[in-house]
């Protein structure tokens, strides 16, 4: 039994894969089953468990990824974007360093309990994070699959092992490196427990059901077919979902927040943070449905809440300490307040400050509370498991350890 | 000026066409867009007004159309449903009776005042509800259109007029009768103010952005260019959203809230209504996002309240004054409670009385908040408009006549 973050977790008695499918709304999986093109995870739904989670708001890449490995919210692992303004440093620096993290990690738990771990990520953003605390494991990323070392992955040889080129780091095939990189891991390193993460290129371009959405599960069912024709113990869920964020006209339905409060309180005097900022904004142009907001001295969030709750598309203003208690978040690292925009609408800085040359679709989105609802499923049944609680997507492993196994 | 339902409305000065499309959620209207299929609707929306406003709930067709027509909502006009029981006699009916109006539509207001009045509408359940009061004016239905006479619908040889067959009931060409029609009339009637509106048995079948759905609305958006040239005043808008409706297993989400009242209360207690029933279900089912229930005496809404609002897919359970309230919904029509469920589940009676044989994709529906939001679309841009107030589906007629010419 292990103690992690407060919460027990038995040990696992089969190989245990956890998967963080990256943008999953729940009617991708719908859509392609309906399709006929998933036979894995109908069998799946149909003879296992298929439940919908709420995810972590922010509904965005790492505070997610994060929540599921540790099994805890933001409020205990400390990250709350994938981006964030250090109030420390005066600096608004990514937050893909484990220096940011402040709880230990359920896979961290299991390697020092002499546990073979393995981690897949497709973006390497996520992999010190991931990997953070894993003793004698291995953790790598589809992106630099290339460049591995024993030292720093715990493994060599990659690209030989899973035999394809690193992909583009835009591209489906980033994902699909994951899952082909665990079927191949699991047949012949055996690991104990393997965390697979992937990204949502895909979901970001293309709605459920579509031909490419469909391929993209199809691909993804073929694999966990692998791994459970292997033996393994699957629980699949996501770290957020996806919507369209356009108005009308097909283009991005965007609140500008920083050019609002330049307007309101002089150029530069509040700072808007968007966390979806991340190395990679080619597909959404740093445009997600949440953002913070420091104020300048002397400017009560009351003197601009009632303002902003009444701009077309904001779904939910909040001060600092009633976001930090709602969405579970640590309060000193979201700012004075937490915006969170609609579903069809997104929140930008300044509009002079977002590239949207790079979108070829129209924007897909999500970082609000129209995301958090995401799969869980897993291919057993669950014993002994209260039905009627919230169900979180960092929920994941207590459900596959100990009500699956 | 007329004064109808408590609002002030200019006579037309120019041909003003109001068209409300079934089922139209705004992103249906963004993708064809972003498609480059609708080069009228991009035009328009550029150089005219695109809004997004709420519909009615619940969100169906009846009380949507009738609210469009009246300028009001169901607490004024009475038509809270497609289907309602008629606590009078103690029968389950339909609504499709001018019996159930209690307010005059400005339709029937500027054909009293003169003014040549045309109405069309796809299915022949609306005609009558619509074509209430409107005085020496043309009102058919695309589904009857080969049983039109000059005495019940002002028109004769509707087929001559518009040079094809009588559609389907169920297909796309039935709202495309519709259009074929308008332009028609437009061309050879003039008539001063035209009020289409369509079926939503594509947008039941089809989310946004699919080819079928792009060809929907490249086909209006060719329609709405004609009618644009002839000179008209074109606003459109919606009766309602539309969601996909499923589980995991892409299966229709149900909520079968008949069977909960037969366990909870005994077998027939509880009368539960589903206001979405109408002659024409195939494609939906019966099955959308809002009910309401008639309690057996002596069971107080506080008794089970607390239960509904714990069922998974449950969004908001209201007694009948506050759901009268909150929905303007006429209270002597809605029932003890009302129940409306979440974006992707629906409500339904007991599941033995749902035929779903007919559901030959996954389950798209509607009838809930979700699905509150809807375009609003002038071909005009609009002068003395508060933009800070909450805009309504209803307010068509309004923003055509007083804020567009």
Known sequence: MLHVNKRDYQLPLQPTVVVCVDGCEPDYIAQVVAAGQAPWLKRT???????VADCVVPSFTNPNNL??????????????????????SGEEVMMNDPKWLRAPSVLAALSEAGRRVAVVTAKDKLRRLLGHGVRGGICFSSEKANQVTQE????????????RPVPDVYSAELSEFVFAAGVQLMAKHRPDVMYLSTTDYVQHKHAPGTPQANAFYAMMDGYLGQLDAAGCLIALTADHGMNAKVGLDGAPDVIYLQDWFDRELGAGQARVI????????????ALGSFATVY??????PSQVMPALQRLRGMELVLERAAAAQRFEL??????????VSERSTVIGSSASRHDLSGLDAPLRSHGGISEQRVPLILNRKLRGFDSSRRLRNFDAFELALNHAQ
């Open 152 to 163: 720093e992955n715990g493994i060599t040889d990659v690209l030989g092992l899973v035999g």
């Open 295 to 300: 104020l300048p001295e002397g400017v009560a």
């Open 45 to 51: 739904l149909a003879e296992g468990t298929g439940l």
């Open 330 to 339: 640590p309060a000193d690292r979201i700012g004075d307040i937490v915006c």
């Open 274 to 285: 968007l966390p979806i900022t991340d190395p990679y904004v080619v597909h959404h142009g």
């Open 67 to 88: 929540s599921i490995v540790t099994g805890a919210p933001p409020s205990v692992h400390g990250i709350c974007g994938n981006y964030l303004f250090d109030m420390a």
